[in-house]
């Protein structure tokens, strides 16, 4: 089977708005940005006053660092970026990684019981575990070495409440970062020492018998010496009945999953920086129980999966006298993964586990500089070697039979590495218009070497206007998971996967008007080859990864944020896409021609008090099996308080705030084409710094 659905290609005459509302929301995001109303407006508010507070609103442009691999404001970034801040997740009341990425422009998130998964610009196959999504904290790669996973949910490596602030760079990255920065690199910047100033503990609540505790201790000495130390708890017994209508039958228990959906994670944290070094170190556990019974396991039964990460990365940074900047880092790299159940195809006196156990080392050297006044270059070096790569199955004989028998089904141990340099170039050909041109040389000892070119021609005609052409080409090389993994009963490997590559083209208009709002409009085509998905092979019923067929995306992206005086802003987005299957013309699985989403602040005690909004909309997704899951809104509210007792943050949400029943597809592993998502939930958080 393979993972598209039976419905046709017809984004631009979509029957749920028509043609002429789609073009008239065009027209009229496009006259609102229009650079000469935004020249008009100026024009007429030259010497009126305004407050300090209403000065900075859009007066500073904000700057991102992984788009280049160097500060730079995000007008001169050579993709479309958006920026979310510490404040921005407070006040809205995010609980984890996935809802904050899921309020973002373009961007959708699907849970099937066990992970979160991230849709991209109309792409987002149920299972794919985000290996086309590069996830970087502080700069450090987080993809793991076997599933080349970029965790998002509460198997997200750190606690959320340690960002300062995330970087969301659209658009291919191999240029820079290689392998899996395929339809955006997320790069999340951690909290200084400063900004703690001492201790800080929080606590929280909620739904399903949900708790999550925090201490952390920051600070930066005379001496230059800035530390951050940083443990987390977080436990939730989740729904303890959830009915799955496929298994409704008297043998597995009338299809109710009873106490099957707990999750649980421990994390720590700490950073040193002292003058140009930095060392971080992490470590992060997460356990889940599935109650979904997928890859034919039995249902009711207990299925848990135990995710183990961690890094020890040293960076050395120093710019010199000469305008070049020296950059280097060394890290040390564990991911283990591990699994219980019983399957339906084996005995249930016999119990399977899967082992993980993957280690590796990467180190980096990158010089920038700045050549003639009108070219800033970048070359570098990056280098990995996985030192081990081990995959097992194991079945395990229990009561009732010969104990302590073990039966291995695989045993696959491997180590690899690659090596690859890239060079960046940022010409200033005039006062505004530049070209950001870039290239990278990977060379894989699996299967070879890969070429990533990218090039973006950035024009400012006006002060507050910018226009974006970008092209680039990325690859996903295989993993060890799609190539080797082998469970015996439901799932084959295949050594014969070649990287799956895409080009890209963009047309970006960004324009900020007036000192409180900024628009942003993003047209996009993508060219998907070699596409590795998880199917069905009909000759034999077993799962397996391969090369299916090309894909092909296009659409149109609108965004207008607002920011007033004494904390009022907010931010709307509207997305209209189109991704296929180029073959057959049929809608790929788990793509939603529409996302539309709204958010707002609202200061109800100025700078103390704020009452914030979230509504969200998804249109209808197809499933592996030809059918649809419904479109949905959702509507969550959170309240925020802070400094009303000296340094005490108070927040209270409540999500789905009208209960609306809603599901997300099944991937290939589960009997399930639908999994329902939850209903009505709150939360109460407490912060306090001592």
Request: hydrophobic fraction near 35%; charged fraction near 25%; include cysteine.
């Amino acid at each position: 089977m393979l993972i598209i659905c039976n419905k046709k290609k017809n984004i631009f005459f979509s029957k749920v708005n028509g043609k002429s509302q789609i073009f008239s929301i065009i027209a009229f995001f496009i006259f609102c940005f229009s650079p000469y109303r935004c020249l008009a407006e100026s024009e007429i508010s030259l010497g009126s006053s305004t407050s300090s507070e209403e000065m900075i609103l859009f007066q500073e442009i904000p700057s991102v660092y992984g788009a280049s691999k160097y500060e730079q404001k995000v007008t001169e970034a050579p993709s479309s970026v958006s920026i979310i801040t510490a404040e921005e997740i407070k006040k809205y009341g995010y609980r984890n990684f996935a809802e904050i990425l899921r309020s973002v422009r373009g961007f959708d998130v699907t849970y099937d019981r066990n992970y979160h998964y991230l849709g991209v610009r109309g792409f987002g196959l149920p299972g794919d575990y985000n290996t086309r999504i590069l996830l970087l904290i502080d700069g450090h790669r987080i993809n793991d070495a076997i599933y080349e996973q970029a965790p998002i949910g509460t198997d997200f490596p750190i606690d959320i409440d340690l960002i300062d602030r995330i970087e969301i760079i659209r658009g291919p990255g191999s240029s820079l970062y290689g392998t899996n920065a395929f339809f955006a690199v997320i790069n999340v910047i951690t909290r200084r020492g400063r900004d703690f100033k001492g201790v800080e503990t929080s606590g929280e609540g909620g739904s399903f018998g949900t708790y999550k505790g925090r201490v952390s201790y920051g600070n930066k000495f005379q001496n230059g010496l800035e530390m951050v130390f940083s443990g987390s708890y977080y436990s939730s017994e989740g729904d303890d009945r959830l009915f799955f209508k496929e298994f409704d039958t008297p043998e597995n228990n009338n299809g109710i999953a009873e106490d099957l959906d707990n999750d649980r994670f421990t994390a720590f944290f700490n950073k040193y920086s002292f003058r140009d070094f930095t060392l971080q170190l992490n470590y992060h556990q997460r356990e889940k129980v599935v109650p979904t019974a997928p890859f034919d396991t039995r249902f009711n039964k207990r299925f848990f999966t135990v995710d183990e990460r961690g890094w020890a990365d040293l960076k050395y940074e120093r710019i010199f006298d000469n305008q070049l900047n020296f950059l280097s880092r060394i890290n040390y790299n564990f991911y283990d993964y591990n699994d219980d159940y019983s399957s339906n195809e084996l005995p249930e006196t016999i119990k399977t586990s899967d082992d993980v156990d993957s280690q590796w080392l990467q180190g980096e050297v990158q010089l920038t500089k700045i050549f003639l006044e009108k070219h800033k270059s970048t070359l570098g070096f990056d280098y990995r070697h996985y030192i081990q790569q081990d995959q097992r199955t194991i079945n395990h004989i229990k009561d009732g039979a010969i104990p302590g028998v073990r039966r291995e089904i695989l045993d696959d141990k491997r180590d690899s590495q690659y090596w690859a340099v890239y060079l960046q170039d940022e010409f200033a050909i005039t006062d505004n218009l530049s070209l950001n041109a870039g290239i990278r040389f990977d060379y894989f000892y699996t299967f070879g070497n890969a070429i990533s070119p990218r090039a973006a021609l950035i024009y400012n005609p006006f002060e507050k206007t910018t226009f974006k052409f970008i092209y680039g080409q990325a690859f996903r090389a295989p993993n060890a998971y799609e190539l080797y993994y082998n469970d015996g009963t439901s799932q084959k490997p295949n050594d014969n996967l070649d990287p799956e590559t895409i080009d890209t083209y963009e047309l970006i208009y960004e324009q900020s008007f007036g000192k409180r709002f900024r628009g942003t409009i993003v047209g996009f085509y993508n060219s998907i080859d070699d596409l590795i998905a998880l199917k069905t092979d009909p000759k034999d019923g077993l799962l397996v990864f391969d090369n299916v067929d090309k894909v092909r995306a296009k659409g149109i992206e609108l965004e207008l944020e607002a920011k007033w005086e004494h904390g009022f802003e907010g931010r709307t987005s509207y997305t209209i896409q189109e991704t296929d299957d180029k073959r057959t013309g049929e809608s790929l699985v788990n793509s939603p021609e529409h996302l539309a989403k709204f958010n707002v602040i609202i200061p109800l005690v100025e700078r103390r008090l704020f009452l914030s909004g979230e509504e969200q909309y998804t249109s209808k997704r197809g499933t592996l099996s030809g059918g649809f899951v419904e479109d949905f809104f959702i509507t969550n509210i959170t309240l925020y308080s802070r400094n009303i007792f000296k340094t005490l943050e108070v927040s209270g949400g409540v999500f789905n705030i009208f209960n609306k029943e809603y599901e997300d597809p099944g991937g290939e592993e589960h009997v399930q084409d639908t999994i329902e998502q939850d209903g009505r939930t709150f939360r109460i958080k407490i912060t306090y710094a001592f």
